[in-house]
């Protein structure tokens, strides 16, 4: 079992930063896939970036130029640097954990955050 909490989300204006941190319990949890998605109003959940235990990354191509995630396993973390951050951007952003390999779709992970807002304005 693992339990994920979200930290991080808030307003800021275009051109802005935030960092969000996912903090997960358990003493498995630096071996669990972690993953961020996001879904605005309106919208379907859909992937933003994931990263294996082993620290390997994959986001999608829309974010991966201005979004970085990364782990601390020593402190059971996992963050999204969110940089150059525009109104479509705007969402609700929840990590999601599962032991296996990673996956981008939301169905396959077992273990969910209940989510931070970012908003930006423009």
């Known amino acids: 079992q693992v339990a994920l909490v979200e930290s991080g989300g808030g307003w800021v204006q275009a051109g802005g930063s935030l960092r969000l941190s996912c903090s997960g319990s358990?003493?498995?949890?630096?071996?669990?896939?972690v993953a961020w998605f996001r879904q605005a109003p309106g919208k379907e959940r859909e992937f933003v970036s994931v990263?294996?235990?082993?620290?390997?990354?994959l986001s999608e191509d829309s974010v991966k130029v201005r979004f970085t995630i990364s782990r601390d396993n020593a402190k059971n973390a996992v963050y999204l640097q969110l940089n150059s951050l525009q109104p479509e951007d705007t969402a609700a952003y929840s990590c999601?954990?599962?032991?296996?390999?990673?996956?981008?779709?939301?169905?396959?992970?077992?273990?969910w955050g209940q989510g931070t807002q970012v908003t930006v304005s423009s």
């Open positions: 999601a954990a599962r032991p296996e390999a990673w996956r981008t779709s939301p169905g396959l992970y077992q273990y």
């Open positions: 358990g003493r498995t949890f630096s071996s669990y896939t």
């Open positions: 990263i294996s235990w082993k620290g390997a990354t």
